[in-house]
């Protein structure tokens, strides 16, 4: 099992530029999430999915968009990039969101937005 | 809302220290506490985690025990080694929000020396 996978590892854009980040796992799971990590503040929510075809806000969703079309993908797409958007991105699954289960994190995506 | 407190880092020491690293926190609901860990140009990892009230997570020689009358899980291990550097987070997951998802702390970033 590959687990949580992350496409891609790193990227450069330029102010207004979009692209997509792409998050796949083959565990089978239902709930996936979308987080990013600055320094100082920890990681932080920005959309999740609690079945395919479902997506709801996070804590910081300005700014992104989501779609889940098949369980196993997530995507978070970002229209219009800003410098404020310059973050590591973290994709993470859970089976079934019960409280206390595990989620399991991707490698990250590093973003820098010029 | 829900947050999560975790003492300022970076906490240096020598190889077979011992290690305490802070956490505290507030939740509308009766939350699972997790500590993960976050080795460098990777993802992050569970720990270790505890469900409910007097539970004691551990792994790899890692502890934290889950205080209700605190509001505290802090980590500790007694003798820490030079392959503990990493960025250590607590979380914890709160069935009162619905969404399943992490309150991260700010991260507590451990340097062991040789």
């Known amino acids: 099992n590959a687990g949580v996978t992350q496409t891609p590892k790193f990227r450069v854009l330029k102010t207004g530029q979009s692209m997509t980040l792409l998050c796949a796992q083959d565990?089978?799971?239902?709930?996936m999430y979308w987080y990013r990590q600055d320094p100082g503040m920890g990681l932080r929510l920005i959309h999740y999915?609690?079945?395919?075809?479902?997506?709801a806000k996070g804590e910081v969703p300005d700014g992104y968009n989501v779609s889940r079309l098949k369980k196993q993908n997530f995507l978070l797409g970002l229209e219009s990039a800003a410098p404020s958007q310059t973050s590591v991105y973290f994709c993470a699954s859970s089976y079934s969101g019960v409280t206390g289960e595990t989620q399991y994190f991707g490698p990250g995506t590093r973003l820098l937005v010029l | 809302g829900d947050s999560v407190t975790q003492m300022e880092g970076p906490v240096t020491l020598s190889e077979e220290a011992f290690l305490t690293i802070n956490c505290t926190y507030t939740?509308?609901?009766?939350?699972?506490l997790f500590w993960y860990v976050q080795y460098p140009g990777e993802g992050l990892q569970l720990l270790l985690k505890?469900?409910?009230?007097?539970d004691k997570g551990s792994n790899k020689g890692f502890e934290a025990t889950y205080r209700k009358e605190t509001t505290s899980f802090h980590l500790e291990k007694g003798s820490v080694q030079v392959s503990d550097s990493a960025v250590y987070f607590c979380a914890l997951s709160d069935p009162d929000t619905g969404r399943r998802a992490l309150t991260f702390g700010s991260g507590t970033r451990l340097q062991v020396q040789p």
């Open positions: 999915s609690v079945g395919e075809g479902t997506t």
């Open positions: 939740a509308t609901g009766y939350p699972s």
């Open positions: 565990m089978n799971h239902e709930y």
């Open positions: 505890a469900t409910k009230a007097d």
